[in-house]
C-alpha cells in the first residue's frame, strides 16, 4: 500500500536554484493538490489538479509550476527558489472531487533555502 | 477573498474533559463542505469530520461533534471526553469549488 508517495522528503537549496518536488499516488485518484505548511499559517494551497491535463491555482501559485501529464503523477516546480520558498510541502490525493474531505496525505518534503 | 480563521493557537483540557475548537470562515457561497483535520506529531493529517452545509443537523463522530451555525459562517468542533491521543494541531478546512482552504490550526494540549 504505497498511497501518496512524496519525493525528496528532505532538501536543501540555494537560493536561485530550481528543483522538482515529485509526487505519485497508486489510488487511481483524480483530484490531486500541493499544500505548503508553514509555523503559524496553517496549509496553504499552492496548486491543484481534478484530472490528468487539468491544473489549477490555489492561494499561493507565484514560484511554483505544476503538471498532471498522468493520474499518477503531478510534481511541483520550483524555477528559482527564494528563501520564503522555505517549508514543509505536502502533496494531498482524493478520488474524484473531494468532497467527502477524504484527503490522502503524502508524508511531507522539507525544503530548505539558503 | 475565502477565508478560514482559527481565534484560538492553543488550547489545554484536562484528560476526560470536554473542549470546543472555534472556526468561523467566509464564503458568498451556499454549496460548500466543511471538515476537521487533526495532524499529530507524525505530521500526518487525520479528517475527523465532516458537514455538509445544506445539512441542518450537526455531524458526530463518536467523541466528536460539530456545532454548524450556518448563518454566523460558524463551525466549532466538540471533543467529548479527551484522551491523550486527542493531543495534535487541528485544522478547520471548507471545501468549495474543488479548493480545500485551511485555517491557521489549535494546537490542543491534553493535560493527564
Known amino acids: 500500500n504505497a498511497g501518496v508517495t512524496q519525493t525528496p522528503k528532505f532538501q536543501v537549496l540555494k537560493t536561485g536554484q530550481s528543483m522538482t518536488l515529485q509526487c505519485a499516488q497508486d489510488?487511481?485518484?483524480?483530484?490531486m493538490s500541493w499544500y505548503r505548511q508553514d509555523p503559524g499559517m496553517g496549509l496553504r494551497l499552492i496548486h491543484y489538479?481534478?484530472?490528468?491535463?487539468?491544473?489549477d491555482q490555489g492561494e499561493v501559485p507565484n514560484g511554483y509550476n505544476v503538471s498532471r501529464s498522468t493520474t499518477e503523477d503531478f510534481p511541483l516546480r520550483l524555477l528559482s527558489a527564494a528563501p520564503s520558498q522555505t517549508s514543509v510541502y505536502f502533496c494531498?490525493?482524493?478520488?474524484?472531487?473531494?468532497?467527502?474531505?477524504?484527503?490522502?496525505f503524502g508524508e511531507g518534503s522539507r525544503l530548505t533555502v539558503l | 477573498a475565502q477565508t478560514v480563521t482559527q481565534s484560538q493557537p492553543e488550547m489545554s483540557v484536562q484528560e476526560a474533559e470536554t473542549v470546543t475548537l472555534s472556526c468561523t470562515y467566509d464564503?458568498?457561497?451556499?454549496?460548500?463542505?466543511l471538515f476537521w483535520y487533526k495532524q499529530p506529531p507524525s505530521r500526518q493529517m487525520i479528517l475527523v469530520i465532516r458537514?455538509?452545509?445544506?445539512?441542518?443537523q450537526n455531524a458526530t463522530e463518536n467523541r466528536f461533534s460539530v456545532n454548524f451555525q450556518k448563518a454566523a459562517k460558524s463551525f466549532s468542533l466538540k471533543i467529548s471526553d479527551s484522551q491523550l491521543g486527542d493531543a495534535a494541531m487541528y485544522f478547520c478546512a471548507y471545501l468549495v469549488d474543488d479548493k480545500i482552504i485551511f485555517g491557521k490550526g489549535t494546537r490542543l494540549h491534553i493535560l493527564p
Open positions: 494531498a490525493s482524493s478520488y474524484g472531487t473531494p468532497r467527502t474531505g477524504e484527503l490522502f
Open positions: 458537514q455538509e452545509a445544506y445539512k441542518q
Open positions: 489510488m487511481n485518484h483524480e483530484y
Open positions: 464564503t458568498s457561497e451556499s454549496d460548500y463542505y
Open positions: 489538479s481534478v484530472g490528468a491535463g487539468i491544473t
